[in-house]
């Protein structure tokens, strides 16, 4: 169990653990499960960033540093994924050329385009929010929670990757772990206010996933990085 939930920090956030230890395919599946609880205590350290600059900066410049904090946490890894899906569901003609447009690592004008939007939603929903600390808490477990679904329930398009390590060894018993921190969280923190986020991000999920499987035959690594930043967004909205 400790091997699964280093495993989980240790490929979503940019936390500094042993180098000596390297987690197996099997912890990599199993990581999956805790997924939520990660993105729990990403949510409470930018809630206790953004209260901490409550005390000297305006709402809209304190966002913005907010959002640098939120990106900088897992090395933006995610948010690369959302930019690398836009370009390459967007950009290509064919599920072959759009995976092949996925892997290139340069950005192009959907990629731009996407990305400057997502963070124009994130931005302006955090910044009006009358529940910024709800919000701040709940995003991020929902984003991950809905990335441990997703790569449960959907088909993987590559043979090989990290994310098919992950797909191929994680089960039933992952989804009902991070089911179980996500729902529990949500009802503790929020109430029925949690459980509309929690509905608004399995819809969000789902309808991305679907459309995503009528470009290219299967989600990949990009496609979870994607539904995490696209739910995220999703949430905040749900709380204003």
């Keep these: 169990m ?3 939930l280093l495993a989980a920090f240790q490929f979503l956030t940019i936390l500094p653990l042993p180098r000596r230890w390297q987690p ?3 912890d990599l599946g199993r990581a999956v499960g805790w997924f939520p609880l990660v993105g729990l205590v990403l949510g409470g350290g930018l809630a206790v960033v953004d209260g901490g600059l409550a005390f000297i900066l305006p709402p809209g410049v304190r966002t913005v540093i907010l959002l ?3 990106l900088m946490a897992h090395g933006a890894i995610h948010f690369d994924g959302f930019l690398d899906s836009c370009d390459g569901l967007f ?3 064919s599920p072959d050329q759009r995976l092949r447009i996925m892997r290139d690592h ?3 004008a959907f990629a731009v385009a996407g990305g400057g939007l997502l963070l124009l939603l994130k931005y302006s929903a955090l910044t009006v929010s009358s529940h910024r600390i709800l919000a701040l808490l709940l995003a991020p477990m929902l984003g991950r929670w809905t990335m441990a679904l ?10 090989q990757g990290l994310g098919r390590a992950m797909k191929d060894h994680a089960r039933w018993p992952q989804v009902l772990l991070a089911t179980g921190i996500t729902s529990l969280v949500a009802w503790s923190l929020a109430g029925w206010t949690g459980a509309i ?5 399995l819809l969000t999920m789902f309808f991305t996933a679907f459309f995503i499987q ?10 979870y990085g994607a539904i995490n930043e696209l739910v995220e967004a999703m949430v905040l909205v749900s709380l204003l």
């Design 197 to 201: 986020a929690l509905v608004v991000a």
């Design 106 to 108: 340069r950005v192009g």
């Design 2 to 4: 400790l091997a699964s």
């Design 214 to 223: 009528t470009r290219i035959p299967g989600l990949t690594g990009d496609s």
């Design 24 to 26: 197996s395919a099997a």
């Design 150 to 159: 997703a790569i449960v329930f959907f088909p993987y398009a590559r043979d």
């Design 91 to 93: 950009g290509g003609h």
């Design 68 to 70: 640098a904090f939120w």
